[in-house]
């Protein structure tokens, strides 16, 4: 039975992004093997120093992920400070990670790029990814694009260490990527990311949500003028939540001329409206038992725990701190 693992940080609400490039995946992933799934609240730390917000993150991320369909019955759903041995891996890793491996990684580069100083949890994050991967036996990892690096770095340390103290000591685990959902694009037509500030959010509020999809950045083509669907983001957006019809009716108009943007993006608006509505119902369901939730992240966190647990005596004997 194959081990599947993945994590999301809890650096603020999901967004479509977040949904198509793992979270879609992942709940589908829940029905083909053993699914490990965590909300990765050591990771947020790099960024997040506001503890009530780190705590507020945690839930929504619990709750959006659940309302989206991952059944803890079938996937174990758990916040990965209640497995302190991911960061007691992490350690072990380090010791067998060549500084510029680090040095290279997106993270670390884009930090240096725009003259920020990063602090030595976001240089080392790859390594404790490593470690949430391997602690877990993990075959697969279902993940957006901008991660495939880090799986890499997982596989190289992986590898390194088994050639020291024997194979099979990690399993060499694969990424797992939709070649379609790699990269969503956000409002301004980059990759969606928190860190862009061009997000849109599964459950935002009707209001706010429809003013967001009319901010979509587009050209100046006129409204009579026919348009490009192929690098629009508005369609982009639109192949994600929309019917087959209804996204070749929309190609078609684009190319024909005759409707401007403001038109498509009231389309987009709608049905991505009614793409999460059935979630969103759920989600309320959720929320209006918050205790529930935590109920369900915690038990989750003990079944972990206890793989976690043997992994960590198996390495320790192995590397001799046993
Ligand atoms: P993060 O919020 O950085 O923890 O990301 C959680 C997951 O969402 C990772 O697997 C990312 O690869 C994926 N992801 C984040 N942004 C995007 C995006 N714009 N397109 C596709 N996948 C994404
Ligand atoms: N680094 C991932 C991200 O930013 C989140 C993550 C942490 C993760 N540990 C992981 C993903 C392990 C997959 C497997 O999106």
């Known amino acids: 039975m194959k081990r599947i693992l993945s994590g999301i940080k809890p650096t603020g609400a999901p967004h479509l992004g977040n949904y ?14 053993e699914a490990f799934y965590f909300i990765a609240d050591y990771h947020a730390l790099t960024s997040v120093h506001d503890p009530k917000a780190l705590r507020e993150n ?6 959006d992920f659940l309302a989206c369909g991952l059944d803890p019955a079938k996937a174990v759903l758990f ?20 500084m510029p491996m680090l040095e290279n990684c997106h993270a670390f580069k884009d930090h240096l790029a725009k003259n920020k100083t990063p602090n030595h949890g976001l240089f080392a994050y790859p390594v404790l990814m490593a470690a949430d991967i391997l602690l877990y036996d993990s075959n697969v990892v279902p993940v957006g694009r901008d991660q495939k690096q880090h799986v890499e770095v997982t ?23 939709i070649p379609q959902l790699a990269t969503v694009v956000g409002l301004d037509g980059q990759k ?37 669907p192929a690098g629009s983001s508005i369609g982009a957006l639109y192949r994600l939540v929309a019917g087959e019809a209804d996204v070749e009716k929309m190609e078609a ?10 038109d498509f993006k009231k389309r987009l608006f709608e049905s991505l ?37 043997r992994t960590m005596e198996r390495v320790r004997t192995a590397v001799g701190l046993r």
Request: hydrophobic content about 40%.
């Open 58 to 63: 945690t839930r929504a991320v619990a709750l």
């Open 79 to 98: 916040r990965q400070s209640d497995v302190p041995e991911h960061t007691e891996l992490a350690w072990l890793l380090s010791c067998h990670t060549p």
């Open 20 to 33: 198509f490039g793992m979270m879609k995946p992942a709940i589908e992933w829940q029905e083909k093997g």
């Open 273 to 309: 409206w009614e793409f999460f509505r059935p979630m969103r119902q759920r989600r309320a369901e959720l929320a209006s038992d918050p205790g529930a939730v935590d109920a369900i992240v915690k038990a989750a966190g003990e079944r972990a725990r206890a793989v976690a647990h």
């Open 155 to 177: 596989r190289d340390i992986a590898g390194s260490i088994n050639r020291t103290y024997g194979e099979g000591l990690f399993v060499i685990p694969e990424a797992s990527i």
């Open 253 to 262: 108009d684009f190319r024909a001329g005759g409707t401007g943007y403001g």
């Open 192 to 228: 969606m990311s928190k860190s862009y500030n061009n997000t849109i959010g599964l459950f935002e509020e009707e209001k706010a949500l429809r003013k967001k999809i009319m901010s979509i950045v587009t050209d100046s083509t006129p409204v009579e003028a026919p348009k490009d």
